[in-house]
C-alpha cells in the first residue's frame, strides 16, 4: 500500500507536507519522500528508507533545507518516490499509490516501440511510478497523459504531480479503489488520502474526488479538468482494515462503520443461535477493537483488553523484511493481563484472517496465560484472493491465504472449484472449512463476518464497493 499528501498555499507548506504525510505512517513501511517547489531555488527532494524507522525521525533534519508554496509526500510499500521528471511536458515532480499487474508488458512496450530507457532498480525492475511517469510524457500535456495511462494500466493507480508553475494535478484511480479527498484553509488547498490528516492541519473538506477525475489544484482554488467516471469500486478494506479510524471515504466514517460491523455480526449470531457463552469480547489491536466493541455492546458481552500491545519498540509488527522476524515481534508486542485471562472463556474478534501465522500466535499465548476457551471472530469474510489492485497485504500467491490451504488441505484442486460454497458458512463446505480451520489454530469455535452484513455496514451503493479479495469478481 501507501499514502500520499500534497499542498499548496500562499504561505510555505513544508510543515504541512511533513506532518500531513507522517500522519499516512501507518500506509507502508519500505520508503518515503518529499518534494517542495521553491520559485528561486526550484524543487527540492529528498526520499529516505523506513524499513525500521518512523518517517519523522528521517526527515526532521530535512525540514531546514526545504521551503517553498506548493510540494507533496509519499509513504510506500513499493518503490522509492517522489521522481523528478524532465520531458516535453515540462519539469515536475510525481508519486504513485496502486499495482500494475501489466507492468513488463508496459516496459517492453516502452522498449521496443518508444525506445525508451528506463533506470532499473538493483532489482532488475523498473520503479512503477517511473513507469507511470514514462506513460503520461505520451500525452499531449499531462493532463491526456494521465488519462492515457490510467487506460493502459491493468490495477489501479492514483497520482500527484506536482508542477513547475505552482499547482498540483490530482487524479485519483481509474475506479476509485482508493480516496482522494481536497481541504482547504484560509491560505490555500492540499490533497489527501486520509482526512484526517489535513482535519488536524487546519485544513477543512471541501471536495472528494470521483473514480478517474483529475483536479488542477493552485493557492486560489481547484478545478476538473478531467471529468469522474460512472464506475466506482472503492476497496472495501479501507473501512475493515487498513484505513484510519478518524477517516471518512464517501461520507463513512472508519470507527463508526467498524462498530456498526461489529454489531452486526453479533446480531446476525443472536438470530442463528450461535452465539458463545463468554465471559468478555476483546479485539485484537489496532484495527480489531472496535468492531469488538461493536459485538460487545450488541450481545451483551462485557468489552475487556485481556492483552495489551505494547508499540514503543515496534510500532508495526510487519517492518522486519523476515516474516520469522515479524512473527516474533507479533508475539513479543502482545502482554497478556493474566487477571483478565486465567480461567474465562474470551472472544476475540479481528480486522480479517489473511495468513493466520500471528493470530495462531495470539490463541497460543492466550491458552498458555490460562484462558479455559477462545472464539474467534473476523470482521470480515474469507480471504479467497490475493488483491490485485492495491496489494494490501504481501501475499503473492493464493496458497498464502489460510482459507485456500485449508481448502486445499480439504479437497486437493477440486476444492478450489467450490470456493463460493466454502465462503458461505451456511453451506456444508463452508462448515466444514470453519470446523478445519478451529482444529488447525485451536480455536473453540469460528465465525466470520458474512459479505451481505459486512456491506450493511459500509452503507454506500454495494455495487460502488470493491470485493474481490472474497469474491474474485470485478
Request: proline residues 4%; glycine residues 10%; negative net charge.
Amino acid at each position: 500500500m501507501g499514502g500520499f499528501f500534497g499542498a499548496v498555499s500562499h504561505r510555505d507548506i513544508v510543515l504541512d507536507v511533513f506532518f500531513g504525510t507522517d500522519y499516512h505512517s501507518h500506509l507502508g513501511t519500505k520508503s518515503a519522500g518529499m518534494a517542495v517547489w521553491n520559485r528561486e531555488c526550484g524543487c527540492r527532494r529528498q526520499i529516505h528508507s523506513i524499513t525500521n524507522t518512523p518517517f519523522r525521525t528521517k526527515f526532521e533534519k530535512d525540514l531546514a533545507d526545504f521551503s517553498g508554496n506548493v510540494g507533496l509526500g509519499c509513504i510506500s510499500d513499493s518503490d522509492p518516490q517522489p521522481l523528478l521528471v524532465r520531458s516535453h511536458l515540462g519539469l515536475y515532480a510525481i508519486t504513485t499509490v496502486g499495482q500494475i499487474n501489466n507492468a513488463e508488458e508496459l516496459v517492453n512496450t516502452c522498449f521496443t516501440e518508444r525506445g525508451h530507457t528506463f533506470m532499473a532498480m538493483s532489482s532488475g525492475k523498473v520503479n512503477a511510478t517511473e513507469l507511470v511517469a514514462s506513460l503520461i510524457n505520451e500525452g499531449d500535456d499531462l493532463v491526456d497523459g494521465i488519462r492515457r495511462a490510467q487506460e493502459r494500466i491493468d490495477g489501479s493507480m492514483a497520482v500527484l504531480i506536482m508542477t513547475s508553475d505552482g499547482a498540483i494535478l490530482a487524479a485519483r484511480d481509474r475506479f476509485g479503489r482508493l480516496p482522494m479527498l481536497v481541504g482547504q484553509d484560509k491560505d490555500g488547498y492540499c490533497v489527501s488520502f486520509e482526512s484526517f490528516a489535513y482535519q488536524k492541519l487546519g485544513y477543512h473538506s471541501v471536495y472528494e474526488l470521483g473514480p478517474a477525475e483529475i483536479l488542477h489544484i493552485t493557492a486560489d482554488g481547484f478545478k476538473t479538468v478531467s471529468p469522474a467516471g460512472d464506475k466506482m469500486k472503492i476497496c472495501a478494506f479501507l473501512w475493515t482494515y487498513y484505513g484510519y479510524p478518524n477517516s471518512n471515504y464517501e461520507g463513512v466514517n472508519v470507527e463508526v462503520m467498524r462498530c456498526r460491523n461489529g454489531e452486526l455480526m453479533a446480531r446476525d449470531e443472536i438470530v442463528r443461535g450461535s452465539l458463545p457463552k463468554v465471559d468478555c469480547v476483546a479485539g485484537v489491536p489496532d484495527s480489531g477493537v472496535p468492531h469488538a466493541i461493536g459485538y460487545a455492546n450488541r450481545s451483551g458481552k462485557p468489552f475487556a483488553r485481556p492483552f495489551v500491545k505494547y508499540t514503543p519498540t515496534w510500532p508495526r509488527s510487519f517492518m522486519p523484511s523476515n516474516q520469522e522476524v515479524r512473527d516474533q515481534v507479533a508475539k513479543m508486542k502482545q502482554i497478556p493481563v493474566p487477571e483478565l485471562i486465567e480461567g474465562k472463556k474470551l472472544l476475540i474478534v479481528d480486522d480479517s484472517i489473511v495468513r493466520g501465522t500471528q493470530l495462531q500466535g495470539t490463541v497460543e499465548f492466550l491458552y498458555e496465560s490460562g484462558a479455559t476457551e477462545v472464539h474467534m471472530r473476523s470482521a470480515c469474510p474469507p480471504i479467497m484472493y490475493p488483491c490485485k489492485y492495491l496489494n494490501f497485504s504481501r501475499n503473492n500467491s493464493d496458497m498464502d491465504l489460510l482459507a485456500r490451504r485449508i481448502i486445499q488441505e480439504l479437497e486437493g484442486d477440486e476444492g478450489q472449484k467450490h470456493l463460493e460454497e466454502y465462503a458461505d458458512s451456511a453451506t456444508e463446505r463452508g462448515q466444514c472449512l470453519l470446523h478445519a480451520i478451529c482444529q488447525k489454530l485451536g480455536f473453540d469455535s469460528l465465525g466470520y463476518q458474512s459479505l451481505d452484513s459486512l456491506l450493511e455496514a459500509i452503507g454506500i451503493d454495494r455495487d460502488k464497493i470493491c470485493t474481490y479479495c472474497w469474491t474474485g469478481k470485478e
